[in-house]
Structure formats: C-alpha cells, structure tokens
C-alpha cells in the first residue's frame, strides 16, 4: 500500500518548456487534489477532483491544466513553464464520507523554472 | 468565505516545554471540520487529527491535545513535554458543509522548533 506517490520528484525547467505532473493513490479515493507551496504563503490549491473525469478549478489556477481519466491519477500540466511556477507540488487525495474528508498527501515535486 | 489564521508564525522552545499552536477558524456554515497536519523537515505532510463541528470533544493523543470551542472559533494543539522531533511546520485547515468538505482551506503553518 504505497498510498500517494507522485513523479518526478525534482525537475528542472527552462522559461517556455512543458512538462507533466504524475499523481497516483491506491486508496480508492474520490477526491484528489494539487496544491502548491511558497515559502511563507502556506499550501494553495490549484486544481482538484472529484471523481473521474471531473476537474474544478481551485485558488490559483492560472497557468496549469489537470486531467483525471483514471480514478487513481490526477495529472498537472504546465504548458508554458514561468519561473513564477518554481514551487513544491504536492497531490492529495481524501476519502468523501463518514469518517473521511482528512487529506493524505503526496511527497511532493520541487519544481525549479528558469 | 472561510478563513484560518494562525497567528504564529514561528516559535521556539526547549525539550519538555509545553507548546500550544493556536488555530482561529471563520466560517458561516454550521457543518465544517477541522484538521491538523505535520509537515516535518524531510516535507511530507502528515494529517494528525480531525474535527466535525457537531463534536466539542477535547482529544488526547499520547503527549498531543486539541482543545475546539466553538464559542471561539478556535481549534488550538497542544504539544506537552515537547522532543526535537516534533520539530515542523503544522497546519490547522477547514473544509466546509457536505458537499466540499473535501475542498480545505490553509491556515499559512506555524513553524515549531524545538531545541534540545
């Protein structure tokens, strides 16, 4: 049971580059969230779902795009990197019901754009 | 539009000081819940505890304590006999009513250092 992993761990970006978050949950969770964090300005979310095929936009969105095909993976895109995007991501996911709502949470990718 | 402040930003203490890390919530829905996570030095977030509005329970977790009232909005944790290892930033967060109540809002974290 590996609960929430994400990939890459670290990558490195140039101004103008693409790339493609990866999260997945082995939980069976319904609710999955991606958030980022800035030194200082706590956790901001920037998409999230829930359910398969469904996305919502979250605080700060601007810039990312997310799809769920799978209901154990969420993906963040960055189609156009800004160095404003150097940032830790983290992905949650959180059981929807009685004795749920509590988020558990990826290790986090440290995005660094140039 | 919910809110959560935590005041503190950052404090320190010596090992086997009690520690309290205050949480004030604002809300207008009458079903919410609260929750504490840990985020430790290596990042990963831990979720510690959770509470729905309907129950003003006090908890106790071995050295840690939430202390909910409602009549203040507030959702505080207290760390007693503090180690070096509960060093970290943690987070109070709320999510509201039914339907998003697995949507939560941040509180900024408060930066705990514990020195030996």
């Known amino acids: 049971n590996a609960g929430v992993t994400q990939t890459p761990k670290f990558r490195v970006l140039k101004t103008g580059q693409s790339m493609t978050l990866l999260c997945a949950q082995d939980m069976n969770h319904e609710y999955m969230y991606w958030y980022r964090q800035d030194p200082g300005m706590g956790l901001r979310l920037i998409h999230y779902?829930?359910?398969?095929?469904?996305?919502a936009k979250g605080e700060v969105p601007d810039g990312y795009n997310v799809s769920r095909l799978k209901k154990q993976n969420f993906l963040l895109g960055l189609e156009s990197a800004a160095p404003s995007q150097t940032s830790v991501y983290f992905c949650?996911?959180?059981?929807?019901?009685?004795?749920?709502?509590?988020?558990?949470f990826g290790p986090g990718t440290r995005l660094t754009v140039t | 539009a919910q809110k959560v402040t935590q005041a503190q930003t950052e404090i320190s203490v010596v090992e086997k000081e009690d520690v309290t890390l205050d949480c004030v919530y604002e809300?207008?829905?009458?079903?919410?819940?609260l929750f504490w996570y840990k985020q430790p030095p290596s990042g990963e977030l831990v979720f510690l505890i959770r509470?729905?509005?309907?129950?003003?329970q006090n908890e106790i977790s071995g050295r840690y304590s939430w202390n909910f009232q409602k009549s203040t909005s507030s959702f505080n944790f207290t760390i007693t006999a503090s180690q070096v290892v509960d060093s970290a930033v943690y987070f109070c967060a709320l999510s509201e009513g039914y339907t998003n109540a697995g949507k939560s809002t941040f509180g900024d974290g408060t930066t705990l250092t514990v020195k030996p």
């Open positions: 809300t207008r829905d009458t079903t919410y819940y």
């Open positions: 779902s829930v359910g398969e095929g469904t996305t």
């Open positions: 949650a996911s959180s059981y929807h019901g009685v004795g749920g709502y509590e988020q558990y």
């Open positions: 509470r729905n509005s309907f129950d003003e």
